[in-house]
């Protein structure tokens, strides 16, 4: 930089901006934002400074800029991302490492200096004439052991709108901390605009993360998954930090599940896209801390999470009045919600896959202009709404909040649950033997299968560890055992349960459980991490009796639950099992250059307890053939 950075700021900012900029007293960051305001080269640039003032302010932009439109619920406006632009590019997220530095073949990678050079040369003047927005946010509570205080430089209104929804405003964080190098910077641009408002240029669509510089480059897009730095853009930056600091990163759901006389356990959980995450962290009679993200804790010997965010980026497709009571009511509510790539009606009301009600015959939408029956380029037709349209919404506004969202100590983790979309292999529930074998078998071992919706075979199983390969930034083997090593470290070791909603019928192929049931499964989780119900061993895990899953049934759904439905269920696929243990086995062998010896030696134990039940009671066997247990 030729200038000194002030000068820069001094020149660059009106008054009032600058004022807000230098209240805090950080060289670093005020030479960080100059840098890229004469790098980017703005016409404008406003600071927030979280105030009521400053986020009306970013409100108004999004609509004057045109990057959102109001719909007829006061509070309610929609955007749209290019059609091309309607999802996180994994083919263009990559990590710059330094001569040296290898993170092993699942993870996108290329050469520091190149990526550095190729990402500046995007971003050279890439904002003129749009105006810049500086904001500050925390992840995590703030006040508390958990905050990471964040810097977002971003060109678009839209992305500055939502995490203002999203996130817990940091601007006091910063003042609070004075010159300090230890937050995280991200600098977005949406580059050139097309007369839709959306990002033309999308050839030059780039998420580069550096993390030696804890900074995220996102450059030609506006989806979500790619531009709110502190969405999956921090969590890359923050699973590092963890890795090296001896806490967690993790894609993960927390909630409250309701216990006998008002106890309140609180579950974390993983689950791959399209896995039922949201509708697990939504489930009725419970209560909701977070969907997404979760930072876990060793305090005290105890494992402690916090929600990262305060809002959600939520799918909208399928919600309905019927099965998703909650969100629908927010969703009808006059507060304040982006709906993005949905359908909008001439009367600004919005329509998407799976609503109550028949499907407008037009409308526009993130192809434009829209009619049933349009098709796009490629001659696919195009549904109303894209099936990755979202909502964004502050967590305050469900009615089954936990109160417990803020707190700066967390909330105790009594479980962990896994789950991916698996037809044919895992039953409903099963606790796992102990931290080491939920870690490896449930965790590690998470697959999820494609859906017809989604690109290539159906039913083709994705190697997901934990559901966060796509944001690991340590090595996969590395990230599993620092997983094995914080559980070891707790003197309270939470449960560890695997779950699986998609479970067919061997013979009909049909789902063997309702969406409900799963709150039946919750319920069991919770009697037992304080011990209040037996269990049945299986080779794969702990899995519940009949007359308990018989009585809760009857207290949470007021259904009747045959033995039958519970032998289908319940049953061992020792078959199905094996192959799972081979494919994974497979995977750690050939893609995992550092798998923890452990790994193989939890799988191969699991793999003899199978074959020993195969020799005696043939390939599928029903729970009635094992022990019983306390
Ligand atoms: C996910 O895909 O896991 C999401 C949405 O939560 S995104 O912000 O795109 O990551
Ligand atoms: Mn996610």
Redesign the pocket.
């Given at each position: 930089m030729g200038k000194n950075y002030l000068d820069i700021l001094k020149e660059r900012l009106d008054e009032p901006n600058y004022k807000k900029l230098m209240a805090i007293n950080n060289p670093y960051l005020h030479e960080f934002v100059a840098k890229y305001i004469e790098l980017c080269n703005p016409d404008s640039i406003f600071v927030s400074d979280g105030s009521d003032e400053a986020l009306q302010y970013i409100r108004e932009a999004a609509i004057k800029t045109g990057e959102e439109m109001p719909l007829a619920i006061p509070g309610h406006t929609v955007h749209f991302d290019g059609y091309y632009d309607q999802?996180?590019d994994r083919e263009h997220t990559k990590f710059l490492l330094p001569k040296g530095v290898d993170l092993g073949p699942t993870i996108k990678a290329m050469d520091r200096d190149e990526g550095l050079r190729e990402i500046h040369e995007i971003l050279k003047d890439i904002m003129k004439g749009h105006e810049l927005y500086v904001c500050f946010y925390c992840l995590g509570p703030t006040n508390s052991v958990f905050s990471i205080p964040c810097v977002q430089l971003t060109d678009s209104s839209y992305v500055a709108h939502s995490e203002n929804i999203l996130y817990r405003q940091g601007y006091e964080e910063f003042i609070k901390r004075g010159p300090t190098k230890e937050f995280f910077k991200f600098v977005h641009s949406e580059g050139e605009l097309d007369e839709r408002k959306t990002s033309k240029n999308i050839d030059k669509r780039r998420i580069y993360i550096d993390l030696e510089e804890d900074t995220v480059y996102s450059t030609n897009t506006q989806?979500?998954?790619?531009t709110?730095g502190l969405?999956?853009l921090a969590m890359r930056l923050a699973i590092n930090h963890a890795s090296k600091e001896g806490w967690l990163t993790e894609?993960m759901l927390i909630m409250g599940v309701h216990g006998p006389k008002g106890r309140v356990t609180y579950f974390t959980g993983a689950f791959p896209?399209l896995c039922g995450k949201t509708s697990t962290a939504m489930l009725e009679g419970e209560s909701i801390v977070g969907d997404?993200i979760a930072y876990i804790r060793n305090i005290n010997g105890e494992a402690r999470a916090v929600n990262v965010e305060k809002g959600v980026?939520g799918i909208i497709q399928g919600i309905n009045s019927k099965d998703d009571p909650i969100q629908w009511k927010v969703l009808h509510s006059p507060v304040e919600i982006i709906f993005s790539n949905v359908l909008v009606t001439e009367d600004k009301r919005v329509h998407w896959i799976g609503k109550d009600g028949e499907v407008p015959p037009r409308g526009y939408n993130h192809s434009g202009e829209w009619w049933i029956g349009k098709k796009d380029a490629e001659g696919k037709e195009i549904p109303c709404s894209h099936p990755n349209a979202?909502f964004t919404v502050e967590l305050k506004h469900f009615e089954n909040v936990d109160p417990k969202l803020h707190d700066p100590e967390g909330v105790p983790v009594g479980a962990i649950v896994y789950g991916g979309r698996d037809s044919d292999t895992w039953v409903p529930v099963q606790e796992a033997f102990d931290w080491v074998h939920g870690i490896v078998a449930k965790g590690a071992a998470l697959e999820s299968e494609r859906t017809a919706a989604v690109l290539g075979k159906e039913g083709v199983r994705e190697f997901n560890p934990m559901s966060n390969l796509?944001f690991l930034s340590i090595p996969v083997g590395k990230y599993i055992q620092a997983n094995i090593e914080f559980g070891k470290k707790l003197s309270k070791k939470p449960k560890i349960f695997g779950v699986n909603y998609f479970l067919r019928d061997k013979e009909t192929g049909e789902f063997l459980n309702d969406k409900v049931d799963k709150r039946v499964w919750y319920k069991w989780m919770e009697l037992r991490v304080h011990g209040e119900v037996g269990a049945i061993k299986t080779p794969t895990g702990y899995i519940p009796k009949y007359e308990d899953l018989k009585r809760l049934f009857k207290e949470v759904l007021g259904k009747d639950y045959s033995k039958e439905d519970y032998m289908k269920q319940f049953m061992i696929r020792v078959p199905e099992n094996l192959a799972k243990i081979d494919r994974i086995k497979k995977i750690y062998e050939t893609k995992v250059p550092d798998a923890p010896q452990i790994v193989f030696e939890v799988l191969e134990a699991e793999r003899k307890r199978l074959e020993e039940a195969r020799n005696k009671y043939g390939d599928y066997i029903t729970p009635d053939k094992f022990e019983e247990v306390d």
């Open positions: 999802a996180r989806y979500g998954g790619n709110i969405k999956k894609h896209s997404d980026f979202r796509d």
